[in-house]
């Protein structure tokens, strides 16, 4: 489970789960088995060994095995992130992030623009000129003196016009502040999208890494049935041909190592990428692959929280209330719009002769014909209005089928990691008793290998279904829009 979770590890009705149940009685088996092949930690050998870590050492191997620097994976030092610190990076320089934050912010600026168009407006100017006029084109005949000038003329004032009455502008005013709104919810999309992708790749680089660790102690349990064939042989209670076998298995569990390292190495460079690191750096994880066996929440909650919440769906919401008012908006433009406006300066040949010159002004403008303009602008606003109404219907079906189907998976992962965790204590147990058999000379390693083959099945078994848990409780949150609060705040 996640670390955003791991505040409510106190609660009576959960019940942690690591890689093995941790009860008594596996405990003894995985021991016992360890002791039997010689690859028992030496806390064990010392009483030091719990439940919990008895149930570990199966799937999870020593810690002697998974320590040390991964020097196949690069040369720089790594970074250790728990997937709490993990989504908050991501959430910090993801640059697709900042990119969405940054066009939101550029949608406020639009907004602003749009409100300038009903508000007052006003210019200072400053002008000087030098006029020479002809007389019969100021009066219409010609009469002496034939011009007049040349003479100068400053002037210093202010135009201004200020609507009284402008819906058009106040609408898209209003259709603007729902597009800004719009602009938001859909940076919070992102940051949803963004966590969501960080929280998968991280759950996916633990799987890899529980994978890489119960290899390695396939390998230990593979080179310990080596070393007893070979003691064997050279007792001559034993045959070369197991021996074989148990080297073939021993090379097998190698070759599977190096996919599993391999997988862990691209899963951490595709987090790295994903939290904007430099392309040499590499994470390394803090939290162990787990899960916490907790009750299913209720579909309609759910259900009602994610309509609520969703920022997608809030965004689209937004965009249908800006499209309702682009078509109020281009209906008022058939409405008159009256506004007020002219001009104050002070006017003289010199800057001491100057007197006050003003022109004021109230006009009404009112359009008579538009060549269909203002009609063709009406009726697209209303099939976008028409068409934003049913891409919320569709979103609206596609959030409730993504709550249903994370909380049928996260159902279906609760009950395979019960029935994967059975089948792990039993595939110990066969290991068990087909070790001490094949130790007593009774059969050959054929029954071991099968054991240690069907140990392999049920460790990668449970891996995979606590990796579907996790996954489905980062599925579910995302579907009801509350991955980043949840699993980075």
Known sequence: MNSARQSKSDEPTRRRTTLLSANRSAAALIFSLGFAIGCVPSGMLHGQMNS??????????????????????????????????????????????????????????????????FLPKASLSLDEQSIRLNTATVIGQEVAPYSIGPYSNVQLGSNFDVPIISVAAWRSYQAQKQRERASFFESANAQETIASIVVNQYLALQRAKATERAVQSRIELAGALLHLADDQVTQGTGTHTDALRANVELQVEKQNLVAAQADTRGFSYGLAQVLGLAPDQYIETTEELNAYDEAVPDEQHSLAEA?????????????????????????SQ????????????????????????????????????????????????????????????????????????????????????????????????????????????????IEVITAQNSLAQATDSQIGAMYRLQKAEADLSQARGRIAEEYGD
Request: aromatic share 4%; charged share 20%.
């Open 334 to 445: 058939r409405w008159p719009e009256i506004h007020f406006n002219g001009y104050w300066a002070q006017s003289g040949r010199s800057p001491d002769s100057a007197l006050p010159v003003y022109s004021y002004q109230a006009e009404m403008r009112v359009p008579i014909f538009t060549g269909g303009r203002i009609g063709a602008e009406s009726k697209r606003a209303k099939l976008s209005t028409a068409q934003s109404d049913e891409t919320i219907t569709d979103r609206r079906n596609a959030i409730t089928q993504q709550v249903r189907t994370a909380l049928s998976s996260l159902q279906a992962a609760r009950d395979e990691l019960q029935l994967s965790t059975e089948a792990l204590r039993l595939s110990t147990r066969e290991v068990i008793e087909s070790r001490d058999r094949f130790q007593a000379g009774v059969t050959n390693n």
């Open 52 to 117: 919990r870590d008895g149930a570990r050492l199966v799937v999870q191997s020593t810690q002697d095995v998974a320590s040390g620097t991964p020097t196949h994976l690069s040369t720089s030092s790594p970074i250790s992130l728990s997937l709490h610190q993990a989504v908050k990076l991501a959430l910090e320089q993801n640059p697709q992030l900042i990119a969405a934050r940054l066009e939101a912010l550029e949608s406020k600026q639009t907004t602003k623009i749009a409100r300038s168009a």
């Open 307 to 331: 309509l609520a919440t969703r920022p997608d769906l809030s965004a689209l919401r937004s965009l249908a209330g800006a499209a309702h008012y682009d078509e109020i908006a281009t209906s």
